[in-house]
């Protein structure tokens, strides 16, 4: 158990460097700087999340030891020095009534997010590493949707969420990508689906080496297994004919006094079942996206994606709940 512990460990540690790799590395020429942290301002041009204790809990740990690395921070404009890493240590500081000034390393704008960008295309990074390092850089940017993220590194907004959700994997898939079992992306999230629907049947499979085929057959199997025992139980929990007579004249009750009172049913909307990188879902009807873009929403994940509408296929067509 440790040691799967220690490997996910190992492996976030790593992904970490990605964001620290040079970034705050003193570079010939230059200096950290002192500047007063109401000289500093944050961008405003994405939607930001701050997790409130995590920065409460910083600013005391930047009280008792002090601050361990400089924020990067733009050449001084009309508004001051504007942030390019390290916005949580300028919100710690903000915190703090002992702490007045910030350590600072004051650079070119753009040049630390093009690097991270650079790093995050390295060809010996995994996905799970690069997953790490989207979800590191977005915590570090205040950045909440996959779109606001695609306008700041080279990377489609379906490549984020593919990479995001990588990140998500057991210990057992990554070894097994280590390893040398399976090589993509796509197919390491198709047995992170398989291995939420049975970890037993995805180990078996991961025993030998997996094609993107094998893993989404697996899925498709799991899926079509669960779907038939959830059939079987609902046969079985089927109510008795005397039963159902009176559930249906209650119904026929219910339907009448609806028709009184004049309540309205919930509405409906008509869906289009599609798939997407081994996951399902449906078309959003109302999203609104760009030329051959599409709006989706997948049922294994909550809230709206907007992908290259090619990479989707339609699978049916049916009724869904209104998506709000």
Same mark, same amino acid.
């Given at each position: 158990?440790? #040691?799967?512990?220690?490997f996910k460990s190992l492996m976030s540690n790593k992904s970490k460097s990605l964001l620290d790799e040079e970034i705050n590395e003193i570079k010939p020429g230059e200096s950290v700087v002192l500047i007063p942290k109401e000289d500093i301002y944050s961008s405003e041009q994405v939607r930001k999340f701050f997790d409130e204790e995590y920065i409460a809990d910083l600013s005391k740990n930047m009280d008792d030891i002090g601050q361990l690395?400089?924020?990067?921070?733009?050449? @001084?404009?009309?508004?001051?020095?504007?942030?390019?890493?390290?916005?949580?240590?300028?919100?710690?500081?903000?915190? #703090?009534?002992?702490?007045?000034?910030?350590?600072?390393?004051?650079?070119?704008p753009g040049t630390v997010l093009a690097q991270l960008s650079e790093n995050l295309h390295r060809n010996d990074l995994t996905p799970f590493e690069t997953g790490r390092a989207l979800e590191l850089l977005m915590e570090e940017q205040g950045i909440v949707e996959n779109k606001d993220l695609a306008n700041v590194v080279s990377l489609s907004e379906s490549r984020i969420s593919a990479f995001r959700k990588a990140a998500q994997c057991p210990p057992y898939i990554e070894l097994a990508y280590h390893n040398g079992i399976i090589r993509d992306v796509d197919t390491v999230n198709s047995?992170?689906?398989?291995g939420e629907l049975s970890e037993a049947e995805t180990k078996k499979l991961l025993k030998s080496?997996?094609?993107r085929k094998e893993a989404k057959e697996l899925v498709k199997n799991l899926k079509a297994s669960k779907k038939e025992a @959830? #059939?079987?139980?609902?046969?079985?929990?089927?109510? #008795?004919?005397e039963h159902q007579e009176v559930t249906n004249e209650a119904s026929l009750n219910e339907v009448t006094q609806t028709k009184v009172s004049g309540?309205?049913?919930?509405?409906?909307?008509?869906?289009?079942?599609?798939?997407?990188?081994g996951e399902q879902g449906f078309i959003d009807l109302n999203g609104q996206a760009e030329s051959g873009q599409i709006v989706i929403v997948l049922d294994s994940s909550p809230g709206k994606l907007t992908v290259p509408a090619r990479d989707i296929a339609v699978i049916g067509y049916h009724s869904i709940e209104h998506v709000h």
């Open positions: 158990m440790s #040691s799967k512990k220690d690395q400089p924020i990067v921070v733009t050449h @001084k404009d009309i508004r001051g020095y504007k942030i390019q890493v390290g916005e949580c240590r300028w919100r710690a500081a903000n915190l #703090s009534d002992k702490i007045t000034h910030v350590e600072c390393l004051v650079r070119d047995l992170r689906i398989a080496p997996v094609s @959830k #059939s079987k139980q609902a046969d079985e929990e089927q109510p #008795s004919p309540a309205t049913p919930t509405p409906k909307n008509n869906g289009i079942r599609i798939s997407f990188e």
